[in-house]
């Protein structure tokens, strides 16, 4: 056991320093920018009009924040994101914890069916964007839903044009991509219930639903704090899906995209602007995710 000790520190500190140096001394800068008149190569001293002296005389205290609550793009982006997100938590967990309960029965094959389904989760987020960007705008328009398709419903053409169907779109596109990876928690998680309980909810006569309501949703609690962890954090935080399928146009942009375009959006680019709405980002996320697994966490202890 000393031994352990001995040598803990040894083989902790290069991820301890790589941690320090991509993610904490970032994060640390990034929140003294947000405070501050940034150009990105250089800081900006509002009082002079030049460049700063020193990164603490281009200090403006809130204002940077201030201007990301006034600004128009980021209130409709974060109300997007907020609209996309909750569809999202839905719909992903919906369909993967069918796609788990179905895939639980199978007794031959079933390796085979969950590699297809999780095979979508190994594309990268751009690839599959511009590949349901084809979908959308070709396939969806003019084959299946055109005038002259198998069924004309013009709500499911031209997908990638306006903000309320691009929404709808992202959500079938990031479903469909992370329903799989989802299902295979989901999958572990139902493997961890005892048979026993079914058996004896089978002998005292329970119907299938009571026995899912009573049993396989209380057991799986844990799964469920997981699945809904990862996908409020990951709708918050989609950018490439977002970039690919429509580029922001129609309203469509998500806060991820935003703070990406603030600083074409702004001239000279406020690279501090940027990075309070950044900042607001991460609160609101943490928040969110905290509350959420604090919620789910209490349901496991009472179940």
């Known amino acids: 056991m000393n031994i352990y000790k001995k040598w803990f520190w040894l083989f902790l500190l290069p991820a301890l320093a790589l941690f320090i140096l991509v993610i904490l001394l970032p994060f640390v800068m990034g929140v003294f920018n947000s405070f501050a008149a940034w150009r990105g190569i250089y ?60 895939l639980n029965r199978i007794i031959h094959g079933a390796g085979l069916f969950r590699t297809t389904f999780f095979l979508p989760n190994m594309l990268g987020g751009l690839a599959l964007g511009f590949i349901w960007q084809f979908i959308f705008q070709i396939i969806f328009t003019d084959v299946l839903f055109g005038p002259q398709g198998i069924f004309h419903i013009e709500f499911l053409r031209y997908m990638t044009q306006d ?3 691009a929404l709808f779109a992202l959500v079938f596109l990031n479903t469909w991509q992370t329903a799989g990876y989802m299902m295979i928690i989901y999958i572990a998680g139902l493997n ?16 299938s639903w009571l026995t899912f309501r009573k049993i396989t949703v209380p057991m799986l609690m844990p799964s469920f704090t997981v699945v809904f962890f990862m996908t409020l954090a ?6 490439d899906q977002n970039v690919a399928l ?34 607001i980002f991460f609160i609101i996320v943490a928040v969110i995710t905290l509350t959420q697994v604090n919620i789910t966490k209490k349901r496991e202890l009472e179940m």
């Open 43 to 102: 800081y900006f001293d509002p009082q002079t009009g030049t460049r700063a002296a020193s990164a603490f005389d281009s200090l403006v205290g809130l204002a940077n924040y201030k201007a990301a609550f006034q600004d128009e793009r980021f209130i409709r982006a974060l109300g997007y994101t907020v609209r996309y997100t909750l569809m999202a938590v839905i719909t992903i967990n919906i369909a993967a914890l069918c796609l788990a309960l179905l």
């Open 246 to 279: 429509t580029d922001g146009e129609f309203n469509t942009r998500m806060l991820a995209m935003q703070i990406l375009r603030t600083i074409k959006d702004t001239t000279p680019s406020d690279y501090g602007k940027a990075q309070a709405q950044a900042v």
């Open 192 to 207: 961890n219930i005892p048979r026993d309980f079914y058996e004896a909810a089978s002998i005292d006569g329970a119907s």
């Open 163 to 165: 903000s309320v169907k």
């Open 234 to 239: 990951g709708s918050f935080k989609l950018l």
